[in-house]
């Protein structure tokens, strides 16, 4: 039985996208279970070589039977220097899935090719041309100077980046500091979400809030990760205080109040000038209280 699913938002909350491998049933049948906002189904570098026709085959009949409720579901392609993408594409498409994010991607024109592909394969299976979302991973220098892509997000790959860029891991992630700043500035001037890279040491509690916290202080949208335990964390430290929560109810109230009458500039309680760019912020404040389970108002 097929379990069919509402078409994919393009802006909504991805605070956490939690990695699966794709090949394995036992893992990813559940994987709502954990709270994750996205979860990212591996079939590039989670399955080996000789196993990526057993993965397809898993993954499609995951998509096919599987009620993943809320939970957005992301595929992770193999990348475009290798045999197996096209494949990949059209389960992902006949599945159903909701987005596919592209392995180590290069340039406008890797995304550009992903692009027809996807829609081919949409035309192939009978299923609305553009559903099927994209995004892209970065992981080297070149794919982050190129960054500027007509996507829902981008997401940084350390783990190759680093090798390319011939540093180690640092606490403090001052190896990663350039990529992470040239990233989230193309990804804001493109009008997308931007995600870091996953924290791998999964027992380093204390290390992976300080990068979450350097994250959420940079502005990311959301974290890739590798375990459940790390959901929580993230979820805890993007959720807005209480003082946030009050100004942007008085933005987006006064907003709604003027916007009948035109006014893009207008003054809160407390006397502060607001005008409407700072609508937008106010707005994904109250999402995330409301996702944080914090929000106790009525916008």
């Keep these: 039985m097929s379990i069919p699913r509402p078409k994919p ?9 939690m990695f699966m491998n794709a090949q394995k ?21 989670a ?3 000789n196993q990526k026709d057993s993965a397809r085959f898993s993954l499609y009949h995951a998509l096919k039977s599987i009620d993943y409720g809320d939970t957005e579901v992301i595929v992770r392609i193999n990348g ?16 159903g899935c909701d987005g596919i994010r592209i392995a180590k991607t290069e340039s406008a ?64 992630g001052i190896e990663m500091l350039a990529a992470r700043g040239h990233m989230l ?12 890279t996953v924290f791998t040491n999964i027992n380093d509690d204390e290390g992976f809030r300080a990068e979450v916290k350097q994250n959420v ?34 933005i987006v109230r006064a907003y709604r109040e003027h916007a009948a009458e035109g006014v893009g500039v207008f003054t809160i309680e407390g006397g502060k000038m607001i005008d409407i760019a700072f609508v937008p912020g106010a707005e994904r404040v109250i999402r995330l209280a409301k996702a944080s389970g914090i929000y106790e108002g009525d916008l």
């Design 217 to 250: 202080e940079m502005g990311f949208d959301g974290k890739s990760l590798v375990n459940p335990r790390q959901i929580p964390i993230v979820h805890e430290m993007l959720a807005p205080s209480q003082k946030d929560i009050a100004e942007a109810e008085k």
């Design 80 to 95: 475009l220097d290798t045999p197996h993408w096209k494949e990949d594409i059209r389960v992902c498409v006949a599945g």
């Design 25 to 45: 049933p036992g893992l990813i049948k559940d994987a709502y279970i954990y709270g994750a906002d996205s979860i990212m189904l591996d079939l590039e570098d």
């Design 47 to 49: 399955v080996a070589e």
């Design 109 to 172: 024109n890797d995304v550009k090719t992903v692009d027809a592909a996807v829609t081919e394969a949409e035309k192939e299976f009978g299923v609305e041309v553009g559903r099927t979302l994209l995004m892209a991973a970065l992981e080297s220098p070149k794919g982050v100077l190129n960054a500027y892509p007509r996507l829902f997000g981008v997401a940084l790959s350390g783990g190759d980046y680093r090798k390319c860029m011939q540093v180690k891991v640092i606490p403090g």
């Design 185 to 196: 500035m193309a990804a804001r001037a493109a009008g997308i979400q931007c995600f870091d």
């Design 9 to 17: 938002e393009k802006f909504r909350l991805r605070r956490t996208m």
